[in-house]
């Protein structure tokens, strides 16, 4: 707090003129304008002073230019009276554009980390690499094919240098790194396909000017923690504004009553929907998080654990044999109502009882059939893979006291669909069939879990 009032006590002191050129002032609130309409917010103490010092020096190189075309009566010209007309007009176009992104949505901390989690190639999985470019100047469509083709039959960088020599064609390399969310996705799958080999990319239609990529390495280097929520908001913050900058031009344009003359007579403005995709990206990243998709996302994972204890109920008999020591964790497993009814004979209450009393069971002549265990040990395979992608896709979108809530209604349900099918005329199936039933729960519990996985 003290800290605060210095702040702005050396604020309050400071004088209001910053710089005077030629006797003309240039005002510190000139200054604090453009800084806060040009730097990113929160900057360090130092940095900001830094960015203030080059602003006023680029305010004061601009007052220096404009006394000295005052001085040669540039300002009287007819070109002046049409610039500033144009610069009066994009002005407060400007301004107006401004106010539309103020009013538009705001980009959350929730739709930083969503847009993280959804493009891992900007975050995660982020790669340093060390390029070497090499530039081509004077070639023609004869060499460029002739150097795709030894790049596919693996030829190096230096025997394409060769190459494009021999045909006269002018080269200049560099070394120089680069992040790899910095460059285009689909040059990036190429030119990191291994074995790393040289990417020929032509520039223009007449093919005389192209540039030969190759890379020496790739290190990872994710961007992760408070630097990728930060990067993550200032790349959100920047296509919110643009769409919805676009949105609200597009909005106000149509709106106008415009007629065209001349030979311009009968053009058409371009319609909203030529930047339809890019707005409708932005908003996507921008959606929060509704409650219908954590219902979703909560139903799945709910699903995975009631599937995962559904199938621990029918997995004791999976094993041959049972134990005879008395009181063990196998045993009481044993006695759980959907074990008997699946695999052998229903433990009653008084037999569960007595497992928990520390009693022995002994259920050697009820072993399950092979399919019976296949069943099981899918259910387990499925159930536990289930959970875990459940669990990694519901961490971020739903409360730590929700993901326990919903976890704990998945066991109880799990354990109730048990005791369901033991107390139900289910019971009286044949003992080769009763996997039936428990397979129709679980491929409709599969069902839901990857709906969620879908959905999330």
Do not use: C
Not at 358 to 377: C, F
Not at 383 to 402: K, T, V
């Amino acid at each position: 707090m003290a800290e605060q009032e210095k702040a702005q006590e050396a604020v309050a002191a400071a004088p209001p003129v910053v710089a005077v050129v030629n006797g003309i002032e240039i005002t510190r609130k000139e200054l604090d304008y453009l800084y806060a309409r040009t730097s990113p917010p929160n900057l360090p103490t130092e940095m900001a002073l830094a960015r203030k010092r080059a602003i006023l020096t680029e305010l004061v190189s601009s007052e220096a230019l404009a006394q000295k075309a005052i001085e040669a009566e540039l300002d009287k010209t007819p070109e002046f009276a049409m610039e500033m007309a144009i610069a009066k007009r994009s002005a407060l176009a400007e301004k107006v554009e401004r106010q539309i992104v103020r009013k538009g949505p705001q980009v959350t901390p929730q739709n930083a980390l969503d847009y993280i989690n959804t493009n891992p190639g900007m975050f995660a999985e982020r790669q340093l690499l060390t390029l070497e470019r090499m530039d081509l100047m004077k070639t023609d469509e004869e060499l460029l094919d002739k150097l795709d083709k030894a790049s596919d039959d693996g030829a190096s960088l230096q025997r394409l240098e060769k190459l494009a020599q021999e045909s006269r064609a002018d080269t200049r390399r560099q070394v120089f790194n680069s992040y790899s969310d910095r460059m285009e996705p689909q040059l990036l799958k190429v030119m990191l396909t291994k074995p790393y080999k040289p990417v020929i990319i032509k520039f223009n239609d007449d093919k005389t000017r192209s540039s030969v990529f190759y890379v020496h390495s790739a290190v990872p280097a994710p961007l992760t923690g408070q630097q990728a929520l930060q990067a993550s908001g200032l790349a959100l913050m920047s296509k919110q504004a643009q769409a919805t900058r676009q949105q609200g031009r597009q909005a106000i344009v149509g709106a106008a009553k415009v007629s065209f003359y001349g030979e311009f007579a009968g053009t058409e403005l371009p319609s909203a929907a030529a930047d339809g995709e890019d707005l409708k990206m932005a908003q996507l990243f921008v959606k929060p998080f509704s409650f219908q998709r954590k219902l979703a996302v909560a139903s799945g994972l709910a699903a995975a654990a009631t599937l995962l204890v559904l199938t621990l109920l029918t997995a004791s008999r999976y094993w041959k044999g049972s134990s005879n020591q008395p009181g063990t964790l196998r045993q009481t497993l044993q006695a759980m109502p959907l074990i008997g009814r699946l695999f052998g004979k229903p433990a009653t209450a008084d037999e569960l009882a007595k497992v928990l009393a520390a009693s022995s069971v002994s259920q050697r002549d009820e072993q399950a059939s092979w399919y019976g265990k296949l069943l099981v040990l899918a259910g387990l395979t499925g159930g536990s893979a289930l959970m875990l992608i459940q669990l990694s896709g519901a961490w971020h979108r739903l409360q730590p006291w929700q993901i326990a809530v919903v976890l704990a209604a998945g066991l109880f349900a799990g354990a109730l669909v048990s005791v369901i099918y033991v107390r139900s005329r289910l019971r009286d199936i044949k003992r080769e069939r009763r996997w039936i039933p428990v397979s129709v729960v679980s491929i409709l519990l599969l069902s839901v879990s990857a709906a969620g996985i879908a959905i999330n």
